[in-house]
């Protein structure tokens, strides 16, 4: 589904596979990764079409970066690279175990690993760097000067070099964060079980504010003023980042798995419901 970020109001919905994942947005496109169907659709805005494209075993995260859309088949052990030119897989990584996070970002894309406890940065040359967190991997964030990886395991945000792959702050945060987002305003966590979200000041590596949310929530994203929490119990909240308190909310049909935000426009995925579910 599409909300207008200006009036926070749900305008459009599609449906897209059986059990959308991921979302990403590059290229003039919205791309949803459907864990059923092994697939990734394509969403074109401006021409409202879709394109549908073959992946891997159980695609569970997308990143979009070096003009390339990136996809980790956590079924099959590897990260597909798609061509926005062609709509086709043109090459695999097959360098972790079981990838279930991702960013792209500083000439590299960056994968995490819950069962190796690791994220591995993988360079176009091919060279890597295996970063050992000591902790399983949820969601990974590159903005605000770093590479930021938190770990639901140890309520934990990882704030990575992204020269060196060298870890250097490690930042309590709250209980099971599931996503984090960065950017100008900062660094965002969302803290699944207390149902809050924790602003970071990168300056400073603390926590410099606690905003309760809805419980349940799953997914954030930033747009150019705000940032977006989605919840599993199907609400999706709008949280000024300066203000940094609630400033709309829109209630969804469906919990909802994950977001993306493209210009004026913030894009929901939810959860199948009973035998047809919305997604976007």
């Known amino acids: 589904g599409r909300i207008d970020n200006a009036d926070a109001n749900l305008v459009a919905q599609y449906l897209v596979g059986r059990e959308p994942r991921a979302l990403a947005a590059g290229a003039g496109s919205i791309w949803i990764a459907d864990a059923k169907d092994g697939t990734v659709s394509r969403l074109e805005p401006s021409r409202d079409r879709f394109v549908t494209i073959p992946v891997g075993s159980d695609p569970v995260a997308l990143a979009f970066g070096d003009r390339a859309l990136w996809v980790a088949e956590r079924g099959d052990g590897t990260v597909a690279q798609i061509s926005p030119a062609s709509n086709k897989v043109i090459q695999r990584i097959e360098t972790v175990n079981a990838p279930s996070a991702l960013a792209a970002g500083y000439g590299a894309v960056w994968i995490g690993s819950a069962v190796d406890r690791t994220v591995t940065r993988e360079r176009a040359d091919g060279s890597d760097v295996v970063i050992h967190l000591g902790a399983s991997p949820s969601a990974i964030a590159i903005g605000a000067g770093a590479v930021w990886i938190t770990s639901e395991e140890t309520g934990t945000l ?66 150019a003023s705000d940032v977006w929490v989605a919840t599993a119990t199907g609400e999706v909240s709008r949280i000024g980042s300066r203000a940094r308190r609630i400033s709309a909310t829109v209630e969804l049909g469906n919990p909802a798995t994950a977001l993306a935000a493209d210009g004026e426009s913030v894009w929901l995925a939810t959860r199948p419901a009973a035998a047809r579910h919305r997604g976007g």
């Open 158 to 223: 990882f704030r990575v070099e992204p020269r060196t792959g060298t870890v250097v702050r490690a930042i309590r945060v709250g209980n099971r964060p599931v996503a984090v987002a960065a950017g100008e305003s900062g660094v965002w966590v969302v803290n699944r079980q207390d149902a809050t979200v924790s602003r970071i000041n990168p300056a400073t590596n603390s926590v410099s504010d606690t905003i309760p949310i809805a419980r349940d929530p799953a997914a954030i994203t930033l747009s």
